[in-house]
T-cell receptor, first 113, second 112 residues
Framework: NAGVTQTPKFQVLKTGQSMTLQCAQDMNHEYMSWYRQDPGMGLRLIHYSVGAGITDQGEVPNGYNVSRSTTEDFPLRLLSAAPSQTSVYFC????????????FGQGTRLTVV | GENVEQHPSTLSVQEGDSAVIKCTYSDSASNYFPWYKQELGKRPQLIIDIRSNVGEKKDQRIAVTLNKTAKHFSLHITETQPEDSAVYFCAASSSTGNQFYFGTGTSLTVIP
């Protein structure tokens, strides 16, 4: 049981480049979400999904796109990377409903130069 | 939306002493409050949680208290050990359970 798997673990981009951060879970969880972690700012919600085909914006969605074509996968796309997007990104999944734990992936450290 | 505030941002204690981290939330509809521990370079992992219909919960050296009226909840770690050194995050979950709002984190250092 792999849980939540993110790839890549590290990435360096040039300003203006695009890329996709991959996230997959094998726990059949309905809910998936993306967070960014910056020093002194905790974990901030970027986008989330309550099921295949359904996505919604979180606190800091600008500059990011998501899609949820399957229950297992929830990729995060940066269309035109900016230095302000330098951060550690975490994907998380949960079964959904009240009182359910969020399980995190191992994180992707992204640097935009 | 929900706003979660967490204090202090850093905390140093001597091994064996207690540590307390406090959080407040703004949305009275939030009903689930987990605490996550993040070791350096690792992913956040759940250490304890509390539901809105419970005032206190304990798990060995860790306890969490919740005051719904005042909208604040706290993490208590007793008999701290060096392996407790990490960043701790509090969170509040919406009533639908599909969004978690995190505090800004507390970096705890336990001095041997």
């Amino acid at each position: 049981n792999a849980g939540v798997t993110q790839t890549p673990k590290f990435q360096v981009l040039k300003t203006g480049q695009s890329m996709t951060l991959q996230c997959a879970q094998d726990m059949n969880h309905e809910y998936m979400s993306w967070y960014r972690q910056d020093p002194g700012m905790g974990l901030r919600l970027i986008h989330y999904s309550v099921g295949a085909g359904i996505t919604d914006q979180g606190e800091v969605p600008n500059g990011y796109n998501v899609s949820r074509s399957t229950t297992e996968d929830f990729p995060l796309r940066l269309l035109s990377a900016a230095p302000s997007q330098t951060s550690v990104y975490f994907c998380a999944s949960s079964p959904g409903g009240s009182y359910t734990e969020a399980f995190f992936g191992q994180g992707t450290r992204l640097t935009v130069v | 939306g929900e706003n979660v505030e967490q204090h202090p941002s850093t905390l140093s204690v001597q091994e064996g002493d207690s540590a307390v981290i406090k959080c407040t939330y703004s949305d009275s509809a939030s009903n689930y409050f987990p605490w996550y521990k993040q070791e350096l370079g690792k992913r956040p992992q759940l250490i304890i949680d509390i539901r809105s219909n419970v005032g206190e919960k304990k798990d060995q050296r860790i306890a969490v208290t919740l005051n719904k009226t005042a909208k604040h909840f706290s993490l208590h770690i007793t008999e701290t050990q060096p392996e407790d050194s990490a960043v701790y995050f509090c969170a509040a979950s919406s009533s639908t359970g599909n969004q978690f709002y995190f505090g800004t984190g507390t970096s705890l250092t336990v001095i041997p």
